[in-house]
């Protein structure tokens, strides 16, 4: 049992013992820094069940803590707040029970089922970008962290590799491509796949302005224009599997996969299951005529089926048009089944997917609960707000579309050049330096975004988010780096048990304070599915240390016992940070 709750059931205890009253919960907060104490019982509350004077009312229930818990050292009353001393007893046993502890704060035993956290979810008609890597990193942090807080969870991504928007590349490359592949242009496939996509649209619209200019009107021309028809065939023959235009199609997605893997790879990030719309597209078609039996679904005149969720403050959706073939939603409620049959103990389901999208899951989810599955009340749109930048700050491919390969790059680069003017790589070979910068660069990216609510839209500067000061990966980093060179020079086996009767400086115990709060961060970050409760807590960790490193002599102390536990306690620090990071996918570097 935590302090909080231990001390929550003392405190009913007394208010029962003192005033004959059951008092149904307690308010915490931290102690103001202006007064003495760790933690404050607020008062004010109390009166709806306990009348009289909250002055009076916190002293004698401060009284009775201090005589009938040990850990309570001393109480004060400052008008209706009871601030709470707790003994530095208490600090130093809870320090000595964690400090040899691997990945404090993660629960090590998952609990019963399974969740599964969808997330990248591409084309394969061009390369991953910005938006990509907001949903890549969103989601990979989301399911480490639901691992880290008890869950057993699959991650998993459906890759969006048919229609017509495949068709255009495919078109384009066949009329324009003249046999040109990824290793005799020595373009990544995803590059050179969206270069035909890009080919197609320039094709399209020149078609456009002729047949405009010869006097035809525009709202026909985008719906007829040679070359959409075209793709639109080739659309109807792959439909058929026509066997021409399916290998063609599987060649060019092979490119488009094996350029992902190097993105994916380059950021960090990984899956458990990959889904492909062509083998889910058909899906779904058979719960609805299920549905339609029990009454969930109707049939319009037309033949088309829909469910009416105006009771629910919704409207009417389509699930099947009136030929019979599946629209998204039916695709998105036969997959959701397709991945429960094929990980039978999925409980629930994670999908991250951009603010555009709320309106559509909110029917999914709504239509899977009416269908009667009880994994549907478990269902959650991770969904996040848009990510821009400063204009001119970032190379674009297409004008408009900010590449996740350049982008990375990029951050690579302004690592470089900002560690350089820094001047703080001395001594380094050229391959230490290369990787620092990766980790550095690509710790500021996922950083700058992470710590952010997803529900928030992001203006991203990659040069403030390499800045060595203030809410930056690099300055946490930086901090990691500094305890590691504490620990090198220290020279000595910290593992030795601590004396408990030891007196604490007041920096040493707001950090271990800081530390008691790791576990239940975890825990918080995983009920929000908000990584940047993990990303704010570390920030918060670190000023703490950098506090405490100022004002506490650690290498310098000459008293051998105190000594011993700063660098212990310093040495915590730096794998909570690293435990901390691990789930926010950022790596930490000994040295910087």
């Known amino acids: 049992m935590s302090l909080q709750n231990d001390l929550t059931q003392k405190v009913i205890e007394a208010v029962k013992q003192l005033y004959q009253v059951d008092l149904p919960a307690v308010e915490f907060q931290p102690t103001r820094k202006d007064f003495e104490g760790d933690i404050t019982v607020v008062v004010f509350p109390m009166l709806r069940f306990v009348k009289g004077n909250p002055v009076q009312i916190g002293t004698q229930i401060g009284e009775y803590l201090q005589q009938h818990v040990e850990e309570v050292a001393k109480c004060n009353v400052v008008q209706g707040f009871l601030n709470i001393v707790i003994a530095e007893s208490y600090y130093l046993n809870f320090f000595n029970s964690i400090k040899d502890e691997v990945d404090f704060g993660y629960v090590k035993t998952p609990s019963p089922g399974a969740t599964m956290v969808e997330y990248s979810s591409p084309n394969t008609n061009k390369p991953l970008h910005l938006g990509h890597i907001r949903n890549n990193l969103l989601g990979y942090s989301v399911a480490e962290i639901l691992k880290a807080s008890g869950k057993k969870v699959y991650k998993a991504q459906i890759i969006n590799d048919r229609g017509i928007h495949i068709c255009k590349s495919m078109l384009a490359w066949q009329k324009f491509g003249k046999g040109e592949t990824p290793e ?288 930056t990966g690099p300055f946490i980093q930086y901090t990691y780096a500094r305890i590691q060179s504490i620990l090198r020079k220290a020279g000595f086996d910290v593992s030795t048990a601590l004396d408990v009767t030891m007196e604490l400086h007041e920096k040493e115990k707001e950090l271990l304070k800081q530390i008691q709060l790791f576990p239940e961060t975890i825990q918080l970050a995983a009920e929000n599915y908000s990584p940047a409760l993990i990303a704010n807590y570390t920030y918060d960790l670190v000023k703490e240390f950098n506090s405490f490193y100022q004002q506490v002599s650690i290498l310098g102390e000459t008293d051998e016992q105190k000594k011993n536990f700063r660098v212990q306690l310093s040495k915590k620090v730096g794998e909570v940070i690293q435990s901390a990071f691990r789930l926010l996918g950022i790596e930490v570097p000994e040295r910087m």
């Open 184 to 471: 005799s242009s020595g373009m990544k496939g995803d590059h050179l796949v969206g270069k035909y996509y890009v080919a197609f649209d320039k094709a399209y619209k020149e078609q456009i302005a002729e047949l405009v200019a010869g006097g035809m009107p525009k709202e026909k021309v985008e719906k007829e224009a040679p070359i959409l028809l075209e793709a639109q065939e080739m659309l109807r023959k792959w439909e058929a599997g026509d066997s021409e235009v399916v290998s063609l199609w599987k060649t060019m997605n092979a490119w488009v996969y094996a350029g992902f893997d190097t993105t994916y790879k380059n950021l960090g990030v990984d899956f458990d299951k990959l889904y492909y719309e062509s083998d889910t597209y058909l899906l779904g078609r058979d719960v609805v005529k299920d549905g339609l039996e029990k009454g969930v679904f109707f049939k319009k005149e037309d033949g088309s089926v829909w469910i009416d969720l105006t009771e629910d403050g919704l409207d009417e959706k389509i699930v099947l048009r009136s030929d019979g073939t599946a629209v998204y939603m039916t695709q998105d409620i036969g997959t959701a089944l397709q991945r429960v049959t094929d990980f039978p103990d999925i409980k629930g389901m994670v999908y991250t997917v951009g603010n555009e999208q709320d309106y559509h899951f909110k029917v999914l989810f709504l239509i899977l609960k009416k269908l009667g599955y009880s994994w549907a009340e478990k269902l959650y749109h991770l969904s996040y707000g848009m990510v821009d930048l400063p204009s001119g700050k970032m190379k674009s491919r297409e004008g408009t579309v900010v590449d996740a390969d350049d982008l990375i790059q990029n951050m690579e680069e302004t690592a470089e050049t900002i560690s350089k003017e820094l001047g703080k790589l001395d001594g380094y070979s050229e391959e230490e330096k290369q990787k620092l910068y990766k980790t550095i660069g690509l710790g500021a990216l996922k950083y700058y975004i992470l710590k952010v609510d997803p529900k928030k839209r992001i203006l991203f500067n990659p040069e403030e988010s390499v800045d060595f000061q203030g809410n």
